[in-house]
């Protein structure tokens, strides 16, 4: 049995009407899955159906703190199971705040898994290019990185990618090639039936995406109903995949892309998706901050 951990960052639930993009995003195996699109009124009636294998619903990442929250504090709470917001005092966008790196690099689930004899990865595939920005601090270390650094594991590269043991942060891989990378893209379902395959042998597989945020921002190449096309067809490959006895998870670190009037990101509860075998572990879940604990229970 293996959890499958997709992280979409900036994806919140909010009503559905003009000001909300997922409305009307092309999101068939979605739709078909939850019987309507990626808006909160489908996850408030989809939580009283009886259905084991299946549990869609919003869950809070506002951390009882005020203000907007973040993704460094925000994603150090999905990874660590900790309240990283009111630790620091406040949301921390982009990047986890130094005083609670170490807390992260120590109790996240990635380390939890593989300090009891499981085997966890990483799924994301990295370019040698993302290194010499990080040692030239161009660039910071995200929580995944942080995480992933914490349980020593291997960092997948642009080899892995290419023969189907890694996923691109976009999917496709188009960024990397954008950015002159020589290799060869691939289709959401490539991708997705890539991601699922690495269940096979590990317990615990942690994928991150970003379009979604970065859509939000204006500043991806893709309008939101693209990324969104993309995402549907890159999870659609994953549960067609998946074997019987796992268990895909998804959730986000705060809202952002369902709001066309939102400058920036908003207070809207993020969605939560378990679909397979242990699904309804996630079924009491209300924050961010209880999924780490239930990765830990279900992956033992």
């Given at each position: 049995m293996a959890l499958i951990f997709v992280f979409l960052d900036g994806v919140g639930l909010a009503p559905g009407g003009p000001d909300n993009p997922l409305s009307d995003a092309p999101?068939?195996?979605?739709?078909?899955?939850l019987g309507g699109p990626l808006?909160?009124?489908?996850?408030?009636?989809?939580?009283?159906?009886?259905?084991?294998?299946?549990?869609?619903?919003?869950?809070?990442?506002?951390?009882?703190?005020?203000?907007?929250?973040?993704?460094?504090?925000?994603q150090t709470a999905l990874l660590a199971g900790v309240n990283a917001a009111a630790l620091h005092g406040r949301h921390q966008p982009h990047v986890p705040p130094v005083a609670l790196r170490q807390l992260l690099a120590e109790q996240n689930i990635l380390r939890r898994v593989a300090q009891r004899g499981g085997r966890a990865t990483f799924a994301n595939a990295f370019t040698p290019a993302y290194w010499q920005a990080l040692a030239?601090?161009?660039?910071?270390?995200?929580?995944?990185v942080?995480?992933?650094?914490?349980?020593?594991?291997?960092?997948?590269?642009?080899?892995?990618?290419?023969?189907?043991?890694?996923?691109?942060?976009?999917?496709?891989?188009?960024?990397?090639?954008?950015?002159?990378?020589?290799?060869?893209?691939?289709?959401?379902?490539?991708?997705?039936?890539a991601l699922a395959r690495l269940a096979h042998d590990h317990d615990l597989v942690f994928y991150e995406n970003f379009l979604p945020d970065l859509a939000g921002h204006g500043r991806a190449q893709q309008t939101t109903h693209e990324v969104f096309a993309l995402l549907d067809s890159f999870l659609g490959a994953v549960m067609a995949a998946q074997r019987p006895q796992d268990t895909l998870l998804l959730s986000s670190d705060h809202g952002n892309i369902e709001s066309i009037a939102s400058p920036g990101h908003t207070r809207n509860p993020v969605p939560l998706l378990a679909v397979g075998a242990k699904a309804a572990a996630f079924d009491k879940l209300i924050s961010i901050i209880e999924i780490a604990g239930i990765i830990d229970e279900v992956t033992r």
């Open positions: 999101t068939p195996h979605l739709h078909a899955l808006v909160l009124e489908t996850a408030q009636t989809f939580y009283h159906r009886e259905v084991d294998s299946i549990v869609f619903k919003p869950i809070d990442a506002t951390l009882g703190i005020v203000g907007l929250p973040q993704s460094g504090t925000g030239a601090r161009r660039i910071r270390k995200s929580a995944s942080i995480a992933a650094e914490g349980a020593g594991l291997r960092f997948r590269d642009l080899e892995d990618l290419q023969r189907g043991a890694a996923v691109a942060w976009d999917v496709s891989g188009a960024a990397m090639r954008g950015r002159g990378e020589q290799i060869t893209l691939v289709s959401p379902t490539q991708a997705g039936t």
